[in-house]
């Protein structure tokens, strides 16, 4: 059981990035996904989540509109596109498998968790 998040890495202002998180193995089928961030000194915080089918996506305020999130549940992986990124957007970025064929916005709602990818953007 494992989820490899990737992508990360140091940006400028205004710049992209798009994260990807594989799943090994089936473990995520039915499930639920979610992204998270936790900056310096900061509460890991929800960023996105997007249900099994990918029919449901919700999204943090603060990245509404410039991140997206989305599935391939062919290649297992779930992804998040980061457009027009910020100083604020700086953290380690995780990816999670919900408990359920939903997302939560909370981290209670998951119960597998990647290692995490440090995005850096610099004003």
């Known amino acids: 059981v494992q989820l490899q998040a990737s992508g990360g890495g140091l940006v400028q202002a205004g710049d992209s990035l798009r994260l990807s998180c594989a799943a090994s193995?089936?473990?995520?089928?039915?499930?639920?996904m979610g992204w998270f961030r936790q900056a310096p000194g900061k509460e890991r915080e929800f960023v996105a989540g997007?249900?099994?089918?990918?029919?449901?996506?919700s999204y943090a305020d603060s990245v509404k509109g410039r991140f997206t999130i989305s599935r391939d549940n062919v290649k297992i992986t779930v992804y998040l596109q980061m457009n027009s990124l910020k100083p604020e957007d700086t953290a380690v970025y995780y990816c999670a498998a919900a408990r359920t064929i939903y997302y939560y916005t909370g981290e209670a709602g998951y119960d597998y968790w990647g290692q995490g990818t440090q995005v850096t953007v610099s004003s």
């Open positions: 997007i249900s099994w089918s990918g029919g449901m996506t």
């Open positions: 193995g089936g473990f995520v089928s039915g499930r639920g």
